[in-house]
């Protein structure tokens, strides 16, 4: 059993990322799930993603903005300056890290927070400058914050390794012993992602499989942490005993086969999503409830026109009420009255309609995918995905097949992008 504290303890999520997609709505349910009786939760988050926290949290989630660092935390001093200085005002007993840089500043922040527990729901890599693998790890500067961090953990700190091979990586990179190491496996919950044969079956029907055929799952990217090793060696003895057997592997990153395959040669890159046919059917299909959102949006927008113009309406008269200058004074005063008047309807009428506009957007992207809607679009903004895709695919597209459709010569051209003031 665990300790029951004689109050709530107040627990941070910090979360530095600036687009909000599948990683953020984990921290939502993480935080509108969390244990009141043991815990009074808060979230420190940037600007970008603060709004999109602020509609899917429940209404005792404290959040607390700052703005973000364009050139990352290790390169911008004044943004571990502002999380200090939010982290201070919300005092943390408990302090969960959800990515790389709120992982080091966590660390680095600690003993000027009153040594709160801090957890890391990332692995930890040597990012940490903005550097990557061996280049990373043999630059001075580098060093130096290694040196600096390995200070730190050398508290009272104990981690909470998800394998094997990430405990032997803070030993081996952290100095980490062994004692202050606990090892969780992966694992699923599945109370939340249930098995059944209905999913299996409906799984080999969309890879056009028979019931009989062999087929093996595996989950995670090709990385060491994620131990592909033993995969490779598991996947030789499978094969020797199922010579039909089918593999399907889920969760490989963009970034191992699209940005290594750009930066290590100078082909082309076509990235196949196989999720984009089914998205666009169900587009067509709800084509009357997008016309509506967009339908909701405009008239938004609309109404903010027409809010900035009144009260510029009215700053305009309260000069000319100032000035006087022979201007019948009553006359602007009641001109302005019913400026303010209309301008206050107008603001409740906004809000009515954000309001609906936030209730359509997430019952829209609920049809789509339960746990994180589409793959490529949030609300008016592109997933984190969806600018990966866009950024470093030349191409994409849901089948190789349908490049039968174009002649071997033809070259495939990306249309004029507008920026967004030649939009109008």
């Known amino acids: 059993m665990g300790v029951v504290p004689s109050r709530p303890w107040v627990s941070c999520h910090l979360i530095l990322s600036t687009v909000f997609s599948g990683a953020e709505k984990v921290v939502v349910d993480e935080l509108n799930t969390l244990d009141r009786g043991r815990f009074a939760p808060s979230l420190v988050c940037t600007e970008e993603n603060a709004g999109a926290f602020r509609r899917r949290l429940k209404g005792d989630v404290r959040v607390v903005p700052i703005r973000s660092g364009k050139q990352g935390w290790a390169r911008d001093p004044g943004l571990t300056l502002r999380v200090r200085r939010a982290l201070r005002e919300v005092s943390p007993r408990v302090l969960c890290c959800h990515n790389n840089s709120a992982w080091n500043l966590g660390l680095l922040l600690r003993p000027w927070l009153g040594w709160p527990g801090i957890l890391a729901t990332e692995h930890i890599n040597l990012s940490g400058l903005g550097g990557q693998g061996v280049g990373a790890a043999r630059s001075q500067k580098f060093q130096l914050y290694l040196w600096a961090l390995r200070g730190l953990l050398r508290g009272r700190v104990r981690f909470v390794a998800v394998s094997s091979a990430v405990q032997e990586y803070l030993q081996s990179v952290y100095e980490i012993p062994d004692e202050r190491i606990s090892i969780l496996e992966n694992g699923i919950d599945t109370d939340d992602y249930p098995y059944s044969f209905r999913s299996r079956d409906d799984l080999r029907e969309r890879l056009g499989m028979a019931p009989e055929e062999p087929l093996a799952v595996v989950v995670g990217r090709f990385d060491t942490q994620k131990g592909y090793i033993y995969f490779q060696e598991a996947l030789r003895d499978l094969v020797a005993r199922q010579p039909m057997l089918r593999v399907v592997y889920v ?29 666009l059917k169900k587009s067509d299909e709800l084509r009357d409830e997008l016309a509506r959102l967009d339908a909701i949006d405009a008239e938004v927008f609309r109404l903010s026109e027409r809010i900035t113009f009144d009260q510029t309406l009215a700053y305009r008269i309260d000069d000319m009420i100032a000035v006087g200058n022979g201007h019948d004074i009553d006359q602007l005063k009641t001109a302005r009255r019913e400026l303010i008047k209309n301008r206050d309807q107008l603001r409740r009428r906004r809000k009515e309609l954000l309001a609906e506009l936030d209730e359509a957007e997430v019952g829209h992207e609920s049809r789509f995918n339960p746990y994180w809607g589409l793959i490529f679009r949030l609300a008016n903004e592109n997933t984190l995905f969806g600018e990966q895709v866009e950024d470093y695919a030349c191409l994409y597209t849901s089948h190789v097949s349908n490049f039968l459709n174009y002649s071997p010569l033809h070259y495939f051209r990306a249309p004029r992008q507008l920026m967004p003031h030649e939009r109008y």
Do not use: C, L
């Open 251 to 279: 969760g490989d990153h963009i970034y191992g086969d699209i940005v290594r395959s750009k930066k290590s040669s100078a082909w082309r890159t076509v990235m196949i999503v196989q999720e984009m046919e089914s998205e």
